[in-house]
């Protein structure tokens, strides 16, 4: 059974950033699938570092979207992008020097920080995000 089951209440109502929201939890059932002989392997290490940087891409673009919507809680937001951020590079650095890392565990962890930043942080932009584009039709 997939750790990541994509639920429509998920959903921020904007088709774009669902995607990306996706593709990043793909990264993390990669992860979580890694078989546990290959914890340390080549493997994790290069789906970690894919996610790192396909995580920096989609808050890149989330930011971006919301500015051009002129979204009033930016700067609260991008603050919990950078410490996801920084969550993100502190699980790599375990993984660079820690034995005992443990992918499932560590898949399990950034399944909820992404889950819980898309349910309490993400949807409330998501009004901001409709009235851009109910000008726009
Ligand atoms: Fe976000
Ligand atoms: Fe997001």
């Known amino acids: 059974m997939p750790l990541i089951e994509w639920k429509e209440e998920f959903s921020v109502g904007n088709e774009e950033l669902d995607r990306q ?10 992860l979580h699938q890694v078989d546990d002989a290959d914890c340390h392997d080549r493997i994790v290490h290069d789906i970690l570092d894919e996610m ?4 920096r891409y989609h808050f890149w673009s989330e930011e971006r979207m ?3 919507a002129g979204y009033e809680d930016l700067e609260n937001h991008r603050r ?3 410490a996801m951020k920084g969550r993100i590079a ?13 992918h499932s565990r560590v898949a ?5 920080w992404l889950i819980e930043h898309i349910l309490q942080s993400d949807h409330r932009y998501t009004a901001a995000l409709e009235d851009v584009t109910a000008v726009r039709d």
């Open 90 to 102: 502190a699980q790599m650095n375990a993984f660079r020097s820690d034995t005992d890392f443990d």
């Open 66 to 68: 919301l500015e051009q």
């Open 52 to 55: 790192e940087i396909y995580s």
């Open 80 to 82: 919990e992008h950078d």
């Open 108 to 112: 399990e962890m950034l399944w909820h």
């Open 21 to 30: 929201h996706r593709k990043w939890l793909e990264f993390i059932e990669r």
